[in-house]
């Protein structure tokens, strides 16, 4: 089992920052792959960004990629996910996901979430 809690989600103006941590605990951190997911009312689920455990691959969104960076600190326990030049299209509940397996871009392989940030984005 894993539990994961985000936060930093928030109000921001086009073109500035935030940052979201994703705190885990239940299993050792650096078994899992860590993904963002974001979501607004009506769609589906999106993948934003991955990174597996122990090699630190990254994988982007090209809807993001170039602004939104993904890392994280296994002897914290967190990742993080860094996002720049913020776009009103960018405004979600963003989700914090965990899977045991190699980095995946589909959310239904990934077994354990987080309750979710909403980020918004004002023109």
């Known amino acids: 089992q894993v539990q994961l809690v985000e936060s930093g989600g928030g109000l921001v103006q086009a073109g500035g920052s935030l940052r979201l941590s994703c705190v885990a605990s239940?299993?050792?951190?650096?078994?899992?792959?860590m993904g963002w997911f974001r979501q607004v009312p009506g769609k589906e689920r999106e993948f934003v960004a991955a990174i597996s455990g122990t090699d630190f691959s990254t994988y982007y969104a090209d809807s993001v990629k170039g602004r939104f960076t993904i890392t994280r600190d296994n002897a914290k326990n967190t990742g993080y996910l860094q996002m720049n030049s913020l776009k009103p299209e960018d405004t979600a509940a963003y989700y914090c996901a965990a899977r045991t397996k190699v980095a995946s871009i589909l959310s239904p392989e990934y077994g354990y979430w987080g309750q979710g940030t909403q980020v918004t984005v004002s023109s």
């Open positions: 239940g299993r050792t951190f650096s078994s899992v792959t």
